[in-house]
């Protein structure tokens, strides 16, 4: 079994190759002081950072996981992630109201991506 770890910590690792999917852990903005939509990009952003370091993109996600911690902003996410996601590519999602690690996060995003 050929399992691939990536910035591996005590605690988790930023991503994990197996069987040609990669399984990233959540993603958050880089700068917890913007509104929703600027922290979404940015965590959008990272991802597509991860996933190019990995050898795949985001046409390739298969599933994604979006955390919010208020749905009253789940729209002006989604008008970020609508626009992020490329036409026919759209991944299994679910979005789910969260109680964030820190009180400055609004949304966390995980995606499992082939490669």
């Known amino acids: 079994m050929d399992i691939?770890?990536?910035e591996t910590k005590q605690r988790m690792s930023r991503a994990?190759?197996?069987n040609n999917t990669a399984y990233l852990c959540g993603q958050v903005a880089k700068e917890y002081v913007d509104d929703i939509k600027e922290q979404t990009k940015t965590?959008?952003?990272?991802?597509?950072?991860?996933l190019?370091?990995?050898g795949?993109?985001?046409?390739n996600i298969l599933s994604a996981t979006i955390y919010i911690k208020d749905m009253s902003l789940f729209a002006d996410m989604n008008?970020?992630?609508?626009?992020?996601v490329n036409e026919g590519f759209a991944p299994a999602?679910?979005?789910?109201?969260?109680k964030m690690a820190r009180?400055?996060?609004?949304v966390e995003v995980s995606v499992i991506a082939a490669v």
């Open 93 to 98: 999602r679910a979005c789910v109201e969260a």
């Open 56 to 59: 795949t993109n985001k046409d």
């Open 43 to 50: 965590t959008l952003e990272k991802i597509d950072e991860i």
């Open 103 to 106: 009180e400055e996060i609004l």
């Open 52 to 54: 190019s370091d990995l």
């Open 79 to 84: 008008e970020i992630w609508d626009n992020w």
């Open 16 to 18: 994990v190759i197996h």
């Open 4 to 6: 691939k770890r990536y």
